[in-house]
C-alpha cells in the first residue's frame, strides 16, 4: 500500500511540476533582452517628455508581459511617471503599450524587439493616481482601480476610489468612460 500512494504522489508532483513550468513559460518568461529593451524605450520616452528638469526614476516603473495583439510573442505593458517639472514637486503617470515585433520577418536585419503604440498620460500629482496591482487584462482592455484627489485632500493621499479602462488598439490607447 505505501508504495502505491508513493507511485501517487510521484505522478501528481510531475503533473503539478509540468504545469507550473508550462504556465510560467507562457505568463511570465521574457527574456532579459526584452525587459532591458522595454526599459530603454521607457528612459527614451522619459527624455522626450520631461521639460530638461523633470526625470523618471527606473524603480517606480512597472512592466507586463502580455498578449494584446495578434503576435506569438508577449506584449509589454508599462507605467512610468515623470517627476519635477518646471523645477516643481509635480509628477505625471504615463501609461505605454509596446507590440512585440515579430523576430523572423528580416532574418538579416537587427530589428528592435517592440515597438510603441501609445502612450497616454493617465494620471499625476493633484488629479489621480493607478493601482498598477489592480491591473487586470482583459483581450484588449486594462482595468486599474485608483485614487483621485478631493479638494480638502492633502497633497499625499488621495481619497477618492475609483475604477478605470482603456482599449488598446494598434492605433493607440483610448480611455473608456
Request: charge should be positive; include cysteine.
Amino acid at each position: 500500500m505505501p508504495l502505491k500512494i508513493l507511485k501517487k504522489l510521484m505522478e501528481m508532483r510531475f503533473f503539478l511540476f509540468t504545469f507550473l513550468i508550462t504556465f510560467s513559460s507562457c505568463v511570465f518568461a521574457q527574456t532579459k533582452e526584452d525587459i532591458t529593451e522595454v526599459q530603454l524605450r521607457i528612459k527614451q520616452l522619459e527624455s522626450l517628455y520631461s521639460d530638461g528638469v523633470a526625470v523618471g526614476y527606473p524603480e517606480f516603473r512597472q512592466i507586463q508581459f502580455t498578449h494584446l495583439f495578434e503576435s506569438k510573442n508577449a506584449d509589454a505593458i508599462a507605467i512610468f511617471s515623470i517627476e519635477g517639472l518646471h523645477g516643481g514637486n509635480g509628477s505625471s503617470l504615463y501609461l505605454a503599450i509596446f507590440a512585440s515585433v515579430e523576430r523572423g520577418s528580416w532574418p538579416k536585419r537587427k530589428l528592435n524587439r517592440y515597438r510603441l503604440i501609445g502612450i497616454k498620460r493617465v494620471g499625476g500629482k493633484w488629479w489621480r493616481t493607478l493601482d498598477w496591482k489592480s491591473l487586470r487584462v482583459e483581450k484588449s482592455r486594462l482595468h486599474f482601480n485608483g485614487k483621485r484627489w478631493l479638494d480638502t485632500d492633502g497633497g499625499c493621499c488621495p481619497s477618492q476610489e475609483f475604477t478605470t479602462s482603456f482599449e488598446i488598439t494598434e492605433n493607440g490607447i483610448r480611455e473608456e468612460q
